[in-house]
């Protein structure tokens, strides 16, 4: 594997927290952390770094974003002995925003080549944008999705993390295959950004409808390679670091779309953003993150028992006609997923639970 060393700084677990040590079950004991010996990631099926870039926010004052979220993550229990976790520290800030993009798309792209699947912890949610530049270095069409109380699409606005998304969705060359926005409050976004979403067939998800519909969010998620969660979509209540909204998702939900991105065998990129420690309150917010990430841990767990497509002994089989078209449908013994076969034979769309 290249040679990561000069783009990332050593974390250090015991001055995380606090000299109180850990003990045998908890996931610090569990994860190869980069402190004085960079590790072995070959046999990592999850690559955690640190991104305490937050410049494109316009606040200075959340750099301790992962190792606060850290903190808390690696006081939580180790359940899930199939996953192999590292933690390879945190990106260095370059001199510019653009130098902390160009680091950031140098690393993930280069654990992409290596098929890892990597969680990038802190950072401004304009750091999404690097996540996708990492996929443009590797010309990787993808699918994307955010879960965001507002869509970052103001072009008008000098604020970086406000407008990135201007970039990723209609620069060129594009590789977005396809963008799904979920958890936004309607009262944020212009109804006109919506029409122009919807024009581009793009999927946006009111908040109402996936809190309703929380279920239905799993093929979306299901299919997506980059995902990107600015922890604003998380309610002020049970995130209070956000001072977004009162509304929003609740933290059981927010665990619940992570560990659906667990599951996922396409997802290769999961960024949670937005975190500033400085407005939390006693860590609550760090520690829902820290919770989000044990999930998407189970999520990955349970996606390792997943049987193959090809292996139909493990899949119930329901044949269907749909305008003349014969159609299959599958459904997994294991985990309950379905999956519905295209009319090429060839491809299988995730699909959602089918009530009778």
């Known amino acids: 594997?290249?040679?990561?060393?000069?783009?990332?700084?050593?974390?250090?677990?015991?001055?995380?927290?606090?000299?109180?040590?850990?003990?045998?079950?908890q996931l610090a004991k569990h994860i190869a952390i980069y402190e004085n010996n960079f590790p072995d990631v070959s046999?990592?099926?999850?690559?955690?770094?640190?991104?305490?870039?937050?410049?494109?926010?316009?606040?200075a004052n959340a750099v301790n974003a992962p190792n606060t979220i850290r903190k808390q993550l690696y006081r939580l229990h180790f359940w899930h002995t199939s996953v192999s976790i590292a933690d390879i520290g945190n990106i260095k800030t370059g001199a510019t925003l653009a130098d902390s993009y160009a680091a950031v798309k140098t690393v993930l792209a280069e654990l992409?080549?290596?098929k890892k699947t990597v969680v990038l912890l802190g950072g401004s949610h304009d750091i999404t944008l690097a996540q996708y530049f990492a996929y443009k270095e590797l010309q990787q069409v993808v699918e994307a999705t955010c879960v965001d109380a507002t869509i970052d699409l103001k072009g008008e606005?000098?604020?970086?993390?406000?407008?990135?998304?201007?970039?990723?969705?209609?620069?060129?060359?594009?590789?977005?295959?396809?963008?799904?926005?979920?958890?936004?409050?309607?009262?944020?976004?212009h109804p006109r950004m919506l029409e122009t979403m919807d024009k581009l067939r793009f999927d946006c998800f009111r908040v109402g409808t996936a809190k309703e519909n929380i279920e239905e969010m799993e093929p979306v998620i299901r299919n997506t390679h980059l995902l990107s969660f600015d922890i604003n979509a998380v309610k002020y209540s049970d995130a209070p670091s956000t001072q977004q909204s009162p509304n929003g998702f609740s933290g059981e939900e927010a665990c619940m779309l992570t560990r659906y991105a667990?599951?996922?065998?396409?997802?290769?990129?999961?960024?949670?953003?937005?975190?500033?420690?400085?407005?939390?309150?006693?860590?609550?917010?760090?520690k829902q993150i820290a919770q989000m990430l044990w999930y998407f841990i189970d999520g990955k767990s349970r996606s390792k028992q997943e049987a193959e497509i090809e292996d139909r002994q493990n899949f119930n089989e329901f044949h269907c006609t749909l305008t003349e078209i014969d159609t299959i449908f599958l459904q997994s013994k294991k985990t309950g997923r379905w999956w519905m076969q295209l009319p090429n034979k060839n491809l299988l769309l995730a699909v959602m639970p089918i009530i009778y």
Request: hydrophobic content about 35%.
């Open 43 to 59: 046999l990592a099926d999850i690559v955690l770094i640190g991104v305490p870039e937050v410049r494109g926010s316009g606040n």
């Open 1 to 25: 594997m290249y040679d990561l060393h000069d783009f990332l700084e050593p974390v250090f677990a015991s001055a995380i927290n606090e000299d109180e040590g850990y003990n045998d079950g």
């Open 262 to 286: 667990g599951m996922s065998n396409n997802l290769s990129s999961f960024g949670i953003y937005g975190y500033n420690p400085q407005q939390d309150v006693n860590e609550l917010t760090a």
């Open 112 to 114: 992409l080549r290596h």
């Open 157 to 189: 606005s000098p604020v970086r993390s406000e407008n990135f998304l201007m970039e990723m969705l209609t620069g060129e060359p594009n590789l977005v295959k396809h963008y799904n926005h979920i958890g936004f409050q309607s009262y944020f976004v």
